[in-house]
T-cell receptor
Framework: NAGVTQTPKFQVLKTGQSMTLQCAQD?????MSWYRQDPGMGLRLIHY???????DQGEVPNGYNVSRSTTEDFPLRLLSAAPSQTSVYFC???????????????FGPGTRLTVL | GIQVEQSPPDLILQEGANSTLRCNFS?????LQWFHQNPWGQLINLFY???GTKQNGRLSATTVATERYSLLYISSSQTTDSGVYFC?????????????FGEGTQLTVNP
Protein backbone atom coordinates (compact mmCIF):
# COMPACT_ATOMS: atom_id res chain seq x y z
CA ASN A 1 0.00 0.00 0.00
CA ALA A 2 1.19 3.50 -0.82
CA GLY A 3 -0.96 4.89 2.00
CA VAL A 4 -1.94 8.55 1.61
CA THR A 5 -0.27 10.33 -1.29
CA GLN A 6 -0.30 14.02 -2.13
CA THR A 7 0.75 15.94 -5.19
CA PRO A 8 2.46 18.25 -5.81
CA LYS A 9 5.05 18.42 -3.03
CA PHE A 10 5.75 22.10 -3.66
CA GLN A 11 3.82 24.81 -5.51
CA VAL A 12 4.20 28.53 -6.02
CA LEU A 13 1.18 30.54 -7.17
CA LYS A 14 0.48 34.16 -7.92
CA THR A 15 -2.42 35.91 -6.21
CA GLY A 16 -5.66 35.13 -8.02
CA GLN A 17 -4.51 31.92 -9.67
CA SER A 18 -6.40 28.70 -9.13
CA MET A 19 -5.11 25.20 -8.55
CA THR A 20 -6.04 21.80 -7.21
CA LEU A 21 -4.10 19.89 -4.58
CA GLN A 22 -4.45 16.17 -5.11
CA CYS A 23 -4.90 13.57 -2.37
CA ALA A 24 -5.36 9.84 -2.84
CA GLN A 25 -5.42 6.82 -0.55
CA ASP A 26 -5.39 3.14 -1.39
CA UNK A 27 -6.57 1.79 1.96
CA UNK A 28 -10.30 1.96 1.18
CA UNK A 29 -10.80 4.44 4.01
CA UNK A 30 -14.20 6.10 4.17
CA UNK A 31 -13.04 9.24 5.95
CA MET A 32 -10.71 11.81 4.37
CA SER A 33 -9.79 15.31 5.41
CA TRP A 34 -7.65 18.32 4.62
CA TYR A 35 -5.66 20.33 7.16
CA ARG A 36 -3.44 23.35 6.88
CA GLN A 37 -0.41 24.05 9.05
CA ASP A 38 0.91 27.57 9.48
CA PRO A 39 4.35 28.28 10.94
CA GLY A 40 4.65 27.46 14.63
CA MET A 41 1.13 26.11 14.85
CA GLY A 42 -0.72 22.86 14.92
CA LEU A 43 -2.88 21.67 12.07
CA ARG A 44 -6.35 23.11 11.45
CA LEU A 45 -9.14 21.28 9.66
CA ILE A 46 -10.31 22.76 6.35
CA HIS A 47 -12.83 20.24 4.95
CA TYR A 48 -13.61 16.60 5.49
CA UNK A 49 -15.60 13.79 3.93
CA UNK A 50 -17.16 10.71 5.50
CA UNK A 51 -17.67 8.96 2.18
CA UNK A 52 -18.06 9.44 -1.55
CA UNK A 53 -20.50 12.23 -2.30
CA UNK A 54 -20.45 13.62 1.26
CA UNK A 55 -18.35 16.60 2.34
CA ASP A 56 -18.51 19.11 5.15
CA GLN A 57 -16.68 22.15 6.42
CA GLY A 58 -14.05 22.18 9.11
CA GLU A 59 -12.61 25.01 11.14
CA VAL A 60 -11.13 27.12 8.29
CA PRO A 61 -13.08 26.38 5.06
CA ASN A 62 -13.14 29.83 3.45
CA GLY A 63 -11.36 30.04 0.10
CA TYR A 64 -11.34 26.25 -0.45
CA ASN A 65 -13.64 23.81 -2.24
CA VAL A 66 -13.69 20.04 -2.12
CA SER A 67 -15.56 17.19 -3.74
CA ARG A 68 -15.48 13.43 -3.22
CA SER A 69 -16.53 11.49 -6.29
CA THR A 70 -14.63 8.32 -5.38
CA THR A 71 -13.52 6.65 -2.15
CA GLU A 72 -9.87 7.00 -3.17
CA ASP A 73 -9.58 10.68 -4.10
CA PHE A 74 -10.25 13.92 -2.24
CA PRO A 75 -8.94 16.97 -4.14
CA LEU A 76 -8.73 20.44 -2.57
CA ARG A 77 -9.37 23.40 -4.86
CA LEU A 78 -8.21 26.95 -4.41
CA LEU A 79 -10.35 29.08 -6.74
CA SER A 80 -8.50 32.37 -6.33
CA ALA A 81 -5.32 32.04 -4.32
CA ALA A 82 -4.43 34.65 -1.71
CA PRO A 83 -1.18 35.18 0.24
CA SER A 84 -3.04 34.17 3.42
CA GLN A 85 -3.29 30.67 1.95
CA THR A 86 0.47 30.23 2.03
CA SER A 87 0.80 27.16 4.20
CA VAL A 88 1.59 23.47 4.31
CA TYR A 89 -1.41 21.32 3.44
CA PHE A 90 -1.89 17.82 4.77
CA CYS A 91 -4.42 15.23 3.69
CA UNK A 92 -5.47 12.43 6.05
CA UNK A 93 -7.69 9.36 6.04
CA UNK A 94 -9.23 6.98 8.54
CA UNK A 95 -11.76 4.15 8.60
CA UNK A 96 -14.88 3.32 10.52
CA UNK A 97 -14.39 0.92 13.43
CA UNK A 98 -17.98 -0.20 13.07
CA UNK A 99 -19.19 1.35 16.27
CA UNK A 100 -18.41 4.64 17.95
CA UNK A 101 -15.24 6.55 17.05
CA UNK A 102 -13.27 6.38 13.85
CA UNK A 103 -9.79 4.90 13.69
CA UNK A 104 -6.57 6.80 14.04
CA UNK A 105 -5.85 9.17 11.17
CA UNK A 106 -3.08 8.55 8.66
CA PHE A 107 -1.43 11.58 7.10
CA GLY A 108 0.11 12.21 3.72
CA PRO A 109 3.52 13.87 3.27
CA GLY A 110 2.11 17.36 2.73
CA THR A 111 2.12 20.03 0.02
CA ARG A 112 4.03 23.23 0.65
CA LEU A 113 2.16 26.10 -1.04
CA THR A 114 3.42 29.66 -1.46
CA VAL A 115 1.16 32.39 -2.81
CA LEU A 116 2.95 35.53 -3.96
CA GLY B 1 -15.35 22.60 20.23
CA ILE B 2 -12.72 20.81 22.24
CA GLN B 3 -9.62 22.72 23.33
CA VAL B 4 -6.22 21.00 23.36
CA GLU B 5 -3.29 22.45 25.26
CA GLN B 6 0.25 21.10 25.28
CA SER B 7 3.14 21.74 27.62
CA PRO B 8 5.90 22.63 27.67
CA PRO B 9 6.05 24.57 24.39
CA ASP B 10 9.81 24.01 24.13
CA LEU B 11 12.12 21.42 25.61
CA ILE B 12 15.88 21.04 25.26
CA LEU B 13 17.55 17.83 26.40
CA GLN B 14 20.91 16.16 26.36
CA GLU B 15 21.06 12.83 24.63
CA GLY B 16 20.15 10.05 27.03
CA ALA B 17 17.78 12.12 29.18
CA ASN B 18 14.13 11.27 29.81
CA SER B 19 11.20 13.60 29.27
CA THR B 20 7.46 13.89 29.75
CA LEU B 21 5.18 15.86 27.46
CA ARG B 22 1.68 16.74 28.57
CA CYS B 23 -1.59 17.24 26.71
CA ASN B 24 -4.69 18.63 28.43
CA PHE B 25 -8.08 18.57 26.75
CA SER B 26 -11.28 20.37 27.67
CA UNK B 27 -13.85 17.65 26.99
CA UNK B 28 -14.20 13.89 27.00
CA UNK B 29 -12.45 12.36 24.00
CA UNK B 30 -13.17 9.42 21.75
CA UNK B 31 -9.98 9.79 19.76
CA LEU B 32 -6.60 10.98 20.95
CA GLN B 33 -3.40 10.70 18.95
CA TRP B 34 0.22 11.65 19.44
CA PHE B 35 2.32 12.59 16.40
CA HIS B 36 5.95 13.39 15.81
CA GLN B 37 6.67 15.93 13.09
CA ASN B 38 10.25 15.43 11.99
CA PRO B 39 12.51 18.22 10.69
CA TRP B 40 11.40 17.41 7.13
CA GLY B 41 7.79 18.13 8.05
CA GLN B 42 6.52 14.56 7.93
CA LEU B 43 3.83 13.65 10.47
CA ILE B 44 4.47 10.28 12.05
CA ASN B 45 1.78 8.48 14.04
CA LEU B 46 3.10 7.58 17.47
CA PHE B 47 0.05 6.48 19.44
CA TYR B 48 -3.70 6.19 19.09
CA UNK B 49 -4.66 6.29 22.75
CA UNK B 50 -8.12 7.58 23.80
CA UNK B 51 -7.56 5.83 27.14
CA GLY B 52 -5.07 3.61 28.93
CA THR B 53 -1.36 3.07 28.44
CA LYS B 54 0.68 1.95 25.45
CA GLN B 55 4.37 1.44 24.88
CA ASN B 56 6.46 1.32 21.74
CA GLY B 57 10.18 0.96 22.36
CA ARG B 58 11.51 4.00 24.17
CA LEU B 59 8.19 5.80 23.89
CA SER B 60 5.09 5.29 25.95
CA ALA B 61 1.84 7.16 26.42
CA THR B 62 -0.87 7.28 29.04
CA THR B 63 -4.29 8.88 28.74
CA VAL B 64 -6.40 9.45 31.83
CA ALA B 65 -9.70 10.24 30.17
CA THR B 66 -11.56 10.98 33.41
CA GLU B 67 -9.03 13.69 34.30
CA ARG B 68 -8.72 14.92 30.70
CA TYR B 69 -5.03 14.61 30.08
CA SER B 70 -2.51 12.51 28.24
CA LEU B 71 1.23 12.11 28.77
CA LEU B 72 3.94 11.10 26.33
CA TYR B 73 7.12 9.69 27.84
CA ILE B 74 10.39 9.59 25.96
CA SER B 75 13.17 7.64 27.61
CA SER B 76 16.88 7.64 26.75
CA SER B 77 16.33 10.38 24.18
CA GLN B 78 18.28 10.43 20.93
CA THR B 79 19.05 13.24 18.52
CA THR B 80 16.61 11.66 16.06
CA ASP B 81 13.81 12.33 18.56
CA SER B 82 14.12 16.05 17.80
CA GLY B 83 11.13 17.71 16.19
CA VAL B 84 7.66 18.80 17.17
CA TYR B 85 5.31 16.54 19.09
CA PHE B 86 1.59 17.10 18.59
CA CYS B 87 -1.35 15.86 20.52
CA UNK B 88 -4.70 15.83 18.70
CA UNK B 89 -8.16 14.89 19.91
CA UNK B 90 -11.77 14.45 18.87
CA UNK B 91 -14.75 14.60 21.17
CA UNK B 92 -18.44 13.96 20.81
CA UNK B 93 -18.22 13.29 17.09
CA UNK B 94 -20.38 10.63 15.56
CA UNK B 95 -19.74 11.58 11.96
CA UNK B 96 -16.14 11.83 10.93
CA UNK B 97 -13.08 12.38 13.05
CA UNK B 98 -12.45 16.10 13.34
CA UNK B 99 -9.09 16.19 15.04
CA UNK B 100 -8.25 19.33 16.99
CA PHE B 101 -4.50 19.79 17.36
CA GLY B 102 -2.55 21.37 20.17
CA GLU B 103 0.20 23.81 19.30
CA GLY B 104 2.90 21.24 19.88
CA THR B 105 6.05 20.78 21.94
CA GLN B 106 9.30 21.60 20.15
CA LEU B 107 11.86 19.06 21.35
CA THR B 108 15.57 19.52 20.72
CA VAL B 109 17.93 16.71 21.73
CA ASN B 110 21.57 17.73 21.74
CA PRO B 111 24.42 15.22 21.35
Amino acid sequence: NAGVTQTPKFQVLKTGQSMTLQCAQDMNHEYMSWYRQDPGMGLRLIHYSVGAGITDQGEVPNGYNVSRSTTEDFPLRLLSAAPSQTSVYFCASSYSTGRGPWSEQFFGPGTRLTVL
Amino acid sequence: GIQVEQSPPDLILQEGANSTLRCNFSDSVNNLQWFHQNPWGQLINLFYIPSGTKQNGRLSATTVATERYSLLYISSSQTTDSGVYFCAATSGETSGSRLTFGEGTQLTVNP
